[in-house]
């Protein structure tokens, strides 16, 4: 088989799909924000009751951030298309590690922001950093998550406009058409 330079052979072919295929990308860079800053000295906040407001808000958001997820994830797996079957099939190890680090981590980010209630006035500076973590966790599984919605929404639509045989060059024309957009 030919490979052409807009089709990925895998999904992990190319940058943007490296990273949708590996979740892990996620927690390295939320880590890396959350100790520079911490690193840096910058000052934490100099009232006590927004930061309580703040920390239970974002752990709210992050419980519907989680229903959201969760209820994308099941559309992923229940979908009637012949064609996200294949993915499914075809990229299974790739899809489970993704939701179950969407769904688990979007679990964690509701944890995190109520442990720095609790430890905020002792240690400012950690539960803001550990805060700040939850944040952008949250901001990449939401990206993550959207992510796959696209992506099962274009499969649907093209398995209703495509009828018969779905082969490889098939799904690699359509990750082409799907990188444009």
């Keep these: 088989m030919k490979k052409t330079k807009n089709a990925p052979d895998t ?3 190319s940058i943007a799909n490296g990273i949708a295929a590996h979740p892990f990308v996620d927690a390295v ?3 890396v924000v959350s100790v520079s800053w911490y690193m840096s000295g910058c000052r934490t906040f100099d009232f ?3 930061c309580a407001e703040l920390f239970t808000s974002l752990s709210s958001v992050s419980g519907l951030l989680m229903a959201a997820a969760t209820f994308i994830c099941s559309m992923v797996y229940q979908s009637g298309s012949e064609r996200m079957k294949y993915v499914i099939a075809k990229y299974s190890g790739e899809l489970s590690r993704n939701w179950s680090s ?3 981590w979007t679990m964690v980010t509701a944890v995190l922001p109520l442990i720095s209630l609790y430890i905020y006035k002792e240690y400012a500076r950690v539960a803001i950093a550990v805060s700040l973590y939850s944040v952008l966790m949250m901001f990449f ?3 993550r998550s959207m992510h796959w ?3 099962t929404l274009f499969m649907q639509k093209t398995s209703q406009k ?3 045989e779905f082969t490889d060059d098939d799904m690699k024309k359509a990750a082409a058409r799907s990188d444009r957009f």
């Design 11 to 13: 999904p992990a072919s």
């Design 29 to 31: 860079a939320s880590l």
């Design 48 to 50: 006590e009751e927004p």
């Design 102 to 104: 969407i769904i688990v």
């Design 141 to 143: 599984k939401t990206i």
């Design 149 to 151: 919605l696209k992506y």
């Design 162 to 164: 495509l009828r018969g």
